[in-house]
């Protein structure tokens, strides 16, 4: 039964139903989740920020967690070691593709080791303090890229000392001893190492908010274009006053 409100009927049509009424709640429905995850993404930002601007946070022999200290300034005391450094290719710096150095440091006290990215130098065979060293950076947990080529977690054995890129499986696989879950982005004050530039996005909402919108404004076309189908005005009789 249609409803009516004087000369207006609402009736609704099943094709128009399916086709803009249906898929109009569903862009509703992608807004809304697009603005729960524009929360989210604020919400890790602010959690972000703090973690950096923390207290840093002293590395030992004991494993940490490392999604719980990732983007935290962390120390280490130990030992750089020379043998296991590797270098990372093709990484950029002011238009030059060169290497990062990431070298291992023994924790003092413990024969856990942590990973150590000095930076980046145009070429291989960078030189490795000797004695004991504090080292302080950010806490980081590289990740693989999109396309990974290889199979295993053994593919570093074959690589040498020049990886494509760096995970602490791959590395925890060629080493006899434990390591630490995080890799520290050495501080650029620090001794010992080369050019750092650690540049770090923090989760932005703005994306999410924009997808939102799309969304919304899809769904308010189709609801405007299906109420304007099922909504008619009935003709006056001939010689009814309009």
């Keep these: 039964m249609p409803l009516r409100v004087g000369d207006w009927r609402f009736r609704p049509r099943w094709v128009p139903f399916l086709l803009l009424f249906v898929p109009a709640c569903v862009c509703a429905g992608l807004g809304v989740w697009q603005l729960d995850r524009a929360a989210q993404k604020r919400e890790l930002a602010d959690e972000l920020a703090a973690r950096s601007a923390a207290e840093p946070l002293a590395i030992g022999g004991a494993p940490v967690d490392a999604e719980a200290v990732r983007h935290r300034r962390v120390t280490a005391l130990g030992h750089l070691e020379a043998e296991g450094q590797i270098y990372i290719e093709s990484r950029r710096h002011a238009g030059k593709t060169g290497f990062h150095v990431v070298t ?9 080791r942590v990973l150590v990215n000095r930076g980046w130098v145009a070429e291989t065979g960078a030189k490795v303090p000797t004695g004991e060293v504090v080292v302080s950076g950010v806490a980081d947990v590289p990740s693989p890229p999109a396309l990974v080529l290889h199979s295993g977690d053994d593919a570093g054995k074959a690589w040498g000392d020049r990886w494509p890129y760096l995970t602490l499986p791959l590395f925890a696989a060629t080493v006899p001893y434990p390591l ?18 650690w540049p770090r996005e923090l989760p932005k909402e703005g994306m999410h908010i924009g997808y939102a919108v799309q969304w919304f404004a899809f769904a308010l076309i189709g609801l405007v274009v299906f109420l304007r189908l099922s909504v008619t005005r009935d003709k006056p009789a001939r010689g009814e006053a309009r």
């Design 180 to 197: 630490q879950t995080i890799v520290v982005l050495q501080d650029p004050a620090d001794a010992h190492g080369f050019i750092r530039e």
């Design 104 to 112: 291992p440091l023994r924790i003092a006290g413990s024969d856990r």
